[in-house]
């Protein structure tokens, strides 16, 4: 997979992450998981969003990502 972000082109296989294969635990609802694997949830919008907050803020908090 290729990606072209302004006027660089960056091989996604060839992304170096450090720690990459390190392990984080993020506590999900169920509602939250099948959110996240694609399952839609149209009278409860929030759940993807609420999902996504806390993969976002166990990055934030692992690598001080801001």
């Known amino acids: 997979m290729t990606t072209k972000m302004s006027s660089e082109v960056?091989?996604?296989?060839?992304?170096?992450?450090p720690n990459g294969e390190e392990k984080?635990?993020?506590?999900?609802?169920?509602?939250?998981?099948?959110?996240?694997a694609g399952q839609k949830f149209p009278l409860d919008k929030g759940v993807?969003?609420?999902?996504?907050?806390?993969?976002?803020e166990a990055l934030e908090d692992t690598y001080r990502i801001h």
């Open 10 to 17: 960056i091989d996604m296989n060839q992304l170096k992450i």
């Open 24 to 36: 984080v635990t993020v506590e999900l609802t169920v509602k939250e998981l099948l959110a996240l």
């Open 48 to 56: 993807e969003i609420s999902a996504r907050k806390k993969l976002n």
